[in-house]
């Protein structure tokens, strides 16, 4: 009787790249690349002057030289009647009350067209995207002279409601097919077990829609802190945000613009936009992803 040792495993076969795949895989990267500094490359710019010295801020070195921090102290002053840490104050008011509020809207009117059969559905689906594409510079005229009438030039709600209507798109948009595509047993099982519709929408559904409600939330605000076109004919002063507040900057000499101080001020507020969406770039891209794939 022969005795037969244990069976050696042989190692997977490794699959190596023909010269195709390579040259394939070089210009993806190569693309990848090009892309990244073509988006990065202004922003590394402003980071750039921004700290450079305000006597060399036309200094084409491509990296930062005459280092200091002044210019940052200028955005933040308020002796040449810039007030930039209020204007902070009001984007982050008027971005997170957009948001909030277009958030919550857009999460009611997503389940309805992604749950109900209703006549006229898909009209009211084309209408709302049909808003997202409308030109901002067509509402300006119009907006104007509504608030003017009811006395809302320079108030919060004036700079609010336009926001709203440009995050609801986006949420309406995001929510429904990531609504369309999320197990309805699940719900059914919960009414079956005694919850109403909204205490299954609550505690079933909503839980599950967290990722592209984050999504939603975040790219939201940004559109919302980004808006300049409005904000610009709609605020005071008082309420005026970043983007006004920057647009307007001025320094000690009134026929000088302050290049470096504004550059400084811009870094202040991409800084934590990009770094925001740095650390949750994966939950935007789940979000922005999970309702396009058929199961």
Known sequence: MSHHGPDVLEPPIMHRPTMMERLRAKRIYLGVVAILIWGLAP????????????????????????????????????????????????????????????????????????????????????????????????????LFQLFTDIGWIGQYQALIVPNISFVLPLTVYTLTSFFGELPWELEEAARIDGASRAQAFRMVMLPLAAPALFTTAILGFIAAVNEYLLASLLSTDRTEPVTVAIARFSGNDPHVIPYAAIMAAGTIVAIPLVVMVLIFQRRIISGLTAGGVKS
């Open 43 to 142: 922003f590394y710019w402003m980071v750039v002057t921004a700290l450079r010295d305000p006597a060399y801020t036309f200094d084409t070195t491509p990296w930062p030289t005459h280092v200091t921090l002044e210019n940052f102290e200028n955005a933040l002053s308020t002796e040449s009647g810039n007030n930039f840490v209020r204007a902070l104050i009001n984007s982050l008011i008027i971005g997170g009350l957009s948001t909030f509020i277009g958030v919550v809207l857009g999460i009611f009117a997503a389940y309805a067209l992604a749950r109900m059969d209703f006549r006229g559905k898909y009209l009211v689906v084309g209408l709302i995207l049909g808003a997202s594409m409308f030109p901002v510079v067509a509402l300006v005229t119009p």
